[in-house]
């Protein structure tokens, strides 16, 4: 098989994938064949991660501070009474800046805004809607996220990846024995998707694991997919004590691009 009509067919699949590319290294010149692996595991979560949001605004700053102080510690409380993974529990810095308002077109000095972030993960779902119900959200408490994660990602990730290049292997693999063609060496292996230098615009390639195009979602080439159940919790919600939380798995996707350069099997 001559090598031209391989990269015209190449270049064929890639004009056909969807658009949207996160491009990097560079193709090369030589004879070669561009392949993908990717892979995909779901995932029940095990961590329930709450982030809250403190600000006082007051003429006075060292009243601001003193509320924002004491919401903090009575939440840190929650969070030891409803037992948060301790190594999880953390509580930023005090900001503190002007505070404006506009009246009547106007802008005007309405005081100083003093703030404090915190966060917290659960290891079920049921200490998380615990915590919220007694959390008593208002105008200076307020319930950013209720996040489910995986403690186990790193791990994960680093087993995803390895799963991708070898299916980038054996694709290529089948790729030139299909076309009498034998591979002779390993280009570049990345998980960011190459340009193309084939004349024709690049796209994002379809994901064939998971039965749908995670880019076409607004996903990144080079980062792991994940989706799953997301709490998002209003300040309005969080106050309520009969609210529900349920635990939905994680998909996590890696992705992996390979360029191996190939020659005549003849």
Avoid: C
Wanted: charged share 25%; net charge neutral; glycine share 6%.
């Amino acid at each position: 098989m001559k090598f031209s009509r391989m990269l015209l067919w190449s270049a064929l699949l890639v004009a056909v994938v969807p658009q949207a590319w996160a491009q990097a290294n560079s193709v090369p010149s030589q004879p070669h064949l561009l392949v993908k692996g990717d892979a995909s595991r779901k995932v029940m979560p095990d961590r329930f991660v709450v982030k809250v949001a403190l600000e006082s605004v007051d003429m006075q700053t060292d009243i601001a501070r003193r509320k924002v102080q004491a919401n903090a510690e009575r939440i840190m409380g929650l969070f030891a009474k409803h037992r948060a993974i301790a190594e999880t529990v953390r509580m930023d810095n005090l900001s503190i800046e002007p505070s404006t308002r506009y009246k009547e077109d106007e802008e005007v000095f309405a005081g100083t805004a003093v703030s404090r972030d915190l966060e917290g993960a659960f290891e079920n779902p049921e200490q998380l809607r615990d915590f919220l119900a007694e959390l008593k959200a208002s105008k200076e408490i307020q319930v950013r996220t209720a996040t489910p994660k995986y403690s186990g990602e790193l791990r994960l990730r680093a087993e995803l990846k390895a799963e991708a290049a070898a299916q980038t292997r054996a694709s290529a693999k089948g790729l030139a024995d299909a076309y009498g063609a034998k591979i002779i060496g390993l280009y570049t292996i990345s998980d960011v998707a190459p340009s193309f230098a084939y004349g024709v615009q690049a796209g994002s390639w379809p994901n064939v694991n998971s039965g749908g195009d995670f880019y076409e979602r607004g996903g990144s080439l080079d980062r792991v997919q994940v989706s799953g159940s997301r709490n998002q919790v209003t300040a309005a919600s969080a106050s309520a004590a009969g609210e529900l939380l349920t635990a939905a798995p994680i998909t996590y996707t890696e992705n992996v691009y390979a360029i191996f350069l190939i020659s005549d099997g003849n």
